[in-house]
């Protein structure tokens, strides 16, 4: 007998049914054996445990409960970033004037100035603007979430749809985790035991947005698709449309997790049983502390670490010229046609592809290029940087196409490695690049060519 009919017969002989009611026999003796042996001295404590259980893993309240919790997580991540990234941007500026005045007290050559400052420096100090205070809210936030048994809930809410698709209940905790860092998801996923399944979270894990893409989204939703609201509106639309991205992530994960569970990974989902811990108050204290400095820490480290020699390379591209154009501008031009495909553009192509060894770089790198400075560069304000994209000629299909090629792009240089070091193969991190790449391609495109069909712009 062969695989294929070792397989055929398996899913004969074990169905999704026939597995849900053995778990659930198993699950009502532990209860029976435990009413008959054990008494509990807070009952009412216990009660209120199961009347939680019954709302937040309730299959009509616990996907909207799901989506309203993801939504505050972001809409205090995002209302409260904006001004700790305001502050930290303007002292990195304010010390750019001494460096400046240092080298020229030096006599530093312009060469050295603009690699080690407008290159090195303004590439790192704009990761830690941007990425720092949206982790510094992220991170705790989650981890209290973690810490009170929610987490678990999530989980066991998930998996009900990640077995339909072929996959492992444990891949909603590794996605959770890939919205503060894909890499870290994909060390995460150990704490799956099947390695078909763990192969499927690996390459599915990067269609969750990381916090390196947060900044690239908020900022785009913000001008683009809430540019008619004000205060607290605009940040809640701003939200509503990043969660509408986010659920749009989860369903391509989904999709491709289904794909996949029937051709390169066949075989049969292994079934999940969750024992739910008890809701417990957290520590509040110590869990903002661990998660702020601890996880913030590591992961900003990390991100300078790539972003560095990135924003050096980038500097080097656009200060030396071939003829009377830079190296930069020519890659512009070679990569438009493709761009304006997918309702993007050179610049906008280029940029993703510099910022392979840190997403956090890509926005900068793209205003780079629009204002021909020769270094990574920052706007003052929100006005300034959508006066630039409507110069030229942004719509708000091209800020909704670079969103989504956003969301679904290849994964960054970090998360590759990691995805080669735990898979040990060349071949599975090269589909890591290569499914997210097609699937980045082919939804811009299909959205601008409907929209230019229907003559909606």
């Not at 108050?281 to 590591?298: C, Y």
Request: glycine fraction near 6%.
């Amino acid at each position: 007998m062969n695989i294929q009919q070792l397989y055929s017969e398996a899913q004969h002989l074990s169905s999704p049914k026939l597995r849900d009611e053995i778990v659930q026999h198993l699950y009502d003796r532990s209860h029976q054996l435990c009413a008959a042996g054990v008494s509990y001295s807070n009952s009412k404590k216990d009660t209120r445990t199961e009347k939680l259980d019954a709302i937040l893993t309730s299959p009509f309240w616990g996907f909207p409960i799901m989506i309203i919790m993801l939504g505050t997580v972001f809409y205090l991540t995002i209302a409260g970033a904006n001004v700790p990234s305001s502050i930290l941007a303007e002292f990195f500026g304010s010390m750019e004037t001494y460096l400046l005045t240092f080298f020229e007290l030096i006599k530093a050559p312009d060469w050295l100035y603009g690699v080690l400052v407008l290159g090195l420096y303004r590439g790192t100090t704009w990761v830690i603007s941007v990425m720092l205070p949206p982790m510094a809210i992220f991170f705790p936030v989650f981890a209290l979430l973690e810490n009170y048994g929610y987490l678990p809930r999530v989980a066991f809410n998930m998996d009900r749809l990640f077995k339909q698709v072929g996959a492992h209940g444990k891949q909603s905790l590794t996605m959770a985790m890939g919205f503060g860092c894909n890499a870290a998801a994909v060390i995460s996923t150990r704490i799956i035991e099947s390695p078909r399944e763990r192969m499927l979270a690996i390459l599915t894990n990067n269609f969750v947005p990381c916090n390196g893409r947060w900044g690239t989204l908020i900022v785009l939703a913000s001008l683009f698709m809430a540019a008619n609201f004000t205060g607290g509106l605009k940040s809640l639309i701003t939200t509503g449309f990043i969660v509408g991205i986010v659920l749009f992530g989860i369903l391509v994960t989904f999709l491709v997790s289904w794909i996949l569970s029937k051709t390169a990974l066949r075989g049969m989902p292994t079934h999940y049983t969750l024992e739910l811990p008890p809701y417990r108050r957290p520590k509040f204290f110590d869990t903002v502390i661990r998660s702020s400095l601890t996880k913030s820490w590591s992961v900003l480290i990390r991100a300078v670490k790539v972003a560095a020699p990135a924003a050096i390379v980038t500097w080097i591209i656009a200060n030396v010229y071939i003829g009377d154009t830079s190296i930069l501008m020519n890659m512009v031009q070679f990569l438009d046609p493709f761009g304006q495909l997918l309702g993007l553009d050179g610049y906008i192509m280029l940029a993703f592809l510099l910022g392979l060894p840190a997403n956090e770089i890509v926005l900068p790198i793209l205003l780079m290029g629009y204002l021909s400075t020769g270094s990574l560069t920052e706007v003052d304000n929100l006005v300034d940087l959508k006066k630039i994209f409507l110069d030229h000629g942004w719509t708000w299909l091209t800020a909704l196409n670079m969103m989504l090629f956003s969301l679904l792009h290849y994964p960054c240089g970090t998360t590759l490695l990691n995805i080669y070091k735990e898979t040990k193969s060349a071949k599975w991190t090269f589909l890591a690049f290569l499914i997210p790449t097609v699937i980045a391609i082919i939804v811009p495109l299909t959205i601008t060519q409907l929209v230019t069909r229907l003559g909606l712009i």
